[in-house]
């Protein structure tokens, strides 16, 4: 099988609160052409991929499986993703 052949990878990321509503659902899935990928690679295809909510999607943090991963950090399609808005709270 050539690199042509390879079917693209489904990255699910889940959405919560105000990136949620603007996007109109609470899983963006993101396609991409390998099984890992860094963190700061799948925010900006993220973004890309979903115009409407890139803004948002800069100001917050990626969780992979219950914790927060750095941009530097690979993450799998695999896992489970989600996108965390920053918070406040005293």
């Known amino acids: 099988m050539t690199e042509d052949n390879i079917p693209p990878y ?9 990136i949620a509503q603007t996007a109109g659902t ?17 925010i900006e295809t993220l973004c ?3 115009p409407g ?5 800069r100001t917050c943090r990626i969780a992979r499986n219950h914790a927060f991963a750095q941009d530097h950090e690979r ?5 489970e993703l989600a996108l965390i808005g920053m918070v406040s709270g005293g």
């Open 10 to 18: 489904v990255f699910r990321v889940l959405l919560f609160g105000p």
């Open 26 to 42: 609470t899983c963006a899935e993101v396609m991409i052409e390998q099984p890992d990928i860094l963190v700061e690679q799948l």
């Open 48 to 50: 890309r991929q979903n």
């Open 53 to 57: 909510i890139a803004s948002s999607v």
């Open 75 to 79: 993450v799998s399609f695999r896992d």
